[in-house]
């Protein structure tokens, strides 16, 4: 009789044992240096980054998403470095009008010299 499909004849009250239901499953072998699934690596899809578009054209919303999308560490990495790319445009946009309203309060122009 074979030892896997017998089953001894339950005593009392006691609840049936559940059998293992990777029992019958060959084990999984992930040979050395086989990259190991990673789901912050998949592909965004369209409707992802529309997501991410809008949420960052909110004033107060944006900076809260991107707070707690580059803290997280299940975030997709691809979203992860479009937000470090937003980031920095905003960086270079907030020094470019500030650099062009230095320029209108003291009446000096950066292109006169062009």
Known sequence: MD?????????G???PQQQNQYQNQ??????????????????LSVGQYLGM??????PVVNVICWVVWL???DT???KKNFLKACIIMWIIMVV???ALGFSVYTGT???SGL
Do not use: H, W
């Open 3 to 11: 030892n896997q499909y017998y089953q001894p004849p339950q005593q």
């Open 13 to 15: 009250n006691q609840p």
């Open 26 to 43: 060959p084990p999984q072998y992930m040979p050395p240096g086989y990259p190991v699934y990673d789901s912050t690596r998949e592909v």
């Open 53 to 58: 578009f809008i949420l960052s054209a909110i």
């Open 71 to 73: 803290l997280s560490p």
């Open 76 to 78: 997709n990495k691809n």
């Open 96 to 98: 470019l009008a500030g």
């Open 109 to 111: 122009s950066y292109l």
